[in-house]
């Protein structure tokens, strides 16, 4: 193991040993205090967010470009204190910390029987979401992990999303697509973070009037399976998170298998997008997105950037 890779370990090992400890207005003056550094820096990851954040609000002066890179990098560290402690949140304390809207789209699709595919973007929080969905509603499911390194570093968070009653399947491997479609064939819930895919395979999405790569996964999963496929979408609001569950994403009635996926995949971005707009500052990618940002050839005004390493 490298010595970075040792230390970035260690780091989140102590978080969750450490963070969790502390008293909770402890825990958030260190998160927004880390976050207000972090800002001032304008390193890589704050100036990627404002080129991010400049597609979402196409109008914001630099001025206001600012203003949401820094209520972004705190509901960023937001989402990390929260993640840290969570492993130590009594079960009342998950099951009251959101409120979410059109709640029945889910629980009819899971009634119905042929399983139900969540798909949502980097939001608020998606592990805190995850818990209350295995905790308020008893419902257990099925996610992917990106394989990251150090492997101890990814051994650790699949033990804290297990812990919070996920199961956990690696994202490499080939395996992943298979175990999934069985889970939904039995009529279980699978959840993915979907608004980013780096991969060849990935399928072109108009979002916010510039081509970006959204996984094929959730639409192919919903055609091989009968799976109910379904956006969903969160914000903070105060001390509570809040979330929407969207109508479902319906499998077009002709078309090829590629062709229907686009059109699923295009649909699923609408719905991101719509969240994303109503609450931009909560939307943590920190990383390149659009194609152009991606593909210098498409845009030779882009430098190039190495990409930082974010959780799925």
Not at 134 to 152: C, D, H, M, N, Q
Not at 171 to 194: I, Q, Y
Not at 223 to 245: C, E, I, K, N, S
């Amino acid at each position: 193991m490298r010595a970075q890779e040792r230390l970035t370990d260690a780091l989140y090992g102590a978080g969750w040993g450490t963070v969790r400890k502390l008293p909770e207005p402890v825990a958030v003056r260190l998160g927004r205090t880390i976050a207000d550094l972090t800002w001032k820096q304008r390193g890589k990851g704050v100036l990627r967010l404002e080129s991010n954040y400049a597609r979402v609000v196409p109008d914001a002066g630099p001025e206001r470009l600012a203003e949401l890179s820094r209520a972004g990098m705190r509901s960023y560290l937001r989402y990390w204190m929260e993640s840290f402690r969570l492993p130590a949140w009594s079960a009342e304390r998950i099951a009251d910390g959101l409120d979410v809207k059109d709640l029945h789209h889910l629980n009819d699709g899971m009634a119905a029987g042929k399983g139900v595919v969540l798909a949502l973007p980097h939001l608020a929080n998606w592990d805190l979401a995850g818990a209350w969905v295995t905790t308020r509603l008893g419902i257990p499911f099925t996610t992917v992990a990106e394989r990251l390194k150090p492997e101890t570093l990814y051994d650790r968070f699949v033990a804290y999303r297990e812990g919070l009653g996920m199961e956990v399947l690696p994202h490499s491997g080939g395996s992943a697509f298979g175990t999934l479609a069985r889970r939904l064939r039995d009529g279980g819930l699978v959840c993915l973070v979907a608004d980013r895919d780096l991969s060849t395979s990935g399928v072109e999405v108009d979002f916010f009037g510039e081509t970006a790569r959204m996984p094929a996964g959730p639409a192919l999963l919903a055609q091989q399976t009968g799976a109910r496929l379904l956006p969903a979408t969160l914000w903070y609001d105060g001390p509570m998170m809040r979330g929407r569950v969207h109508p479902p994403v319906e499998v077009p009635g002709s078309g090829t298998r590629p062709e229907k996926t686009s059109v699923m995949t295009q649909a699923l971005a609408d719905a991101f997008a719509s969240g994303i707009a109503d609450h931009p500052e909560d939307w943590h990618m920190l990383q390149r997105l659009w194609v152009k940002d991606l593909d210098p050839p498409r845009d030779p005004a882009a430098a190039p950037e190495k990409d930082q390493k974010g959780t799925s």
